[in-house]
């Protein structure tokens, strides 16, 4: 699976974003994807989460009610829709194929984005 991140850019703070994360492959479809950021002199934290199907979400405590995370398989394809922004959601946000396991740990993601830059002014 090879994954291309776009949408990122500079917004003021209370705006809004929508990234997108297009997949190449049959297999994307059977793959819980997730969302991931690394701000400059920090970890790659974990944002979000969605499963195959859809049926499963889950967000870092840090974007719930902010952030929305959803899929179109039909498109190959995973949003990450970005209200309300804040200066410290400034960050490369990555997008990831799961593999298994504790979906919060960059470690279980087996393919990588090359991450897309989101820079909120405040």
């Known amino acids: 699976v090879q994954l291309q991140a776009s949408g990122g850019g500079l917004v003021q703070a209370g705006g809004s974003l929508r990234l997108s994360c297009a997949a190449s492959g049959r297999t994307f479809s059977s793959y819980g994807m997730g969302w991931f950021r690394q701000a400059p002199g920090k970890e790659r934290e974990f944002v979000a989460y969605?499963?195959?199907?859809?049926?499963?979400?889950y967000y870092a405590d840090s974007v719930k009610g902010r952030l929305t995370i959803s899929r179109d398989n039909a498109k190959n394809t995973v949003y990450l829709q970005m209200n309300s922004l804040k200066p410290e959601d400034t960050a490369v946000y990555y997008c990831a194929a799961f593999k298994g396991g504790s979906y919060y740990q960059a470690s279980r993601y087996d393919y990588w984005g090359q991450g897309t830059q989101v820079t909120v002014s405040s």
């Open positions: 969605i499963s195959w199907s859809g049926d499963s979400i």
